[in-house]
């Protein structure tokens, strides 16, 4: 069955970078377009970027274009999130994500704070 391994989370200053890698099996990786999302406190889950399954087309949310890049290494079935310049408001728990076989599957998320 499909499964996807988030890391890289933790807590960051303001200004202050992270990268995420979500690790994943049980599915022929190279095949799907790959997406990442996020969850603040009190809110929906958000789309936050998607990648294509050969890596030549990505896109984001309107508010994080500059800031964040995803990325996918299909020799390894990983995919990545660059988050630079990070503001509290990104605080959030980040999900990797894939649909395949008509369901959407979801990892276990890895949490990103953003606080002085």
């Known amino acids: 069955q499909v499964q996807l391994v988030e890391s890289g989370g933790g807590l960051v200053q303001p200004g202050g970078s992270l990268r995420l890698s979500c690790a994943a099996s049980?599915?022929?990786?190279?095949?799907?377009?790959m997406s990442w999302y996020r969850q603040a406190p009190g809110k929906e889950r958000e789309l936050v970027a998607t990648?294509?399954?050969?890596?030549?087309?990505?896109n984001y949310a309107d508010s994080l274009k500059g800031r964040f890049t995803i990325s996918r290494d299909n020799a390894k079935n990983t995919v990545n999130l660059q988050m630079n310049s990070l503001k509290p408001e990104d605080t959030a728990v980040y999900y990797c994500?894939?649909?395949?076989?008509?369901?959407?599957?979801w990892g276990q998320g890895t949490q990103v704070t953003v606080s002085s």
């Open positions: 994500s894939v649909f395949t076989r008509a369901i959407r599957s």
């Open positions: 049980g599915f022929t990786f190279s095949r799907y377009t």
């Open positions: 990648i294509t399954s050969n890596g030549g087309s990505a």
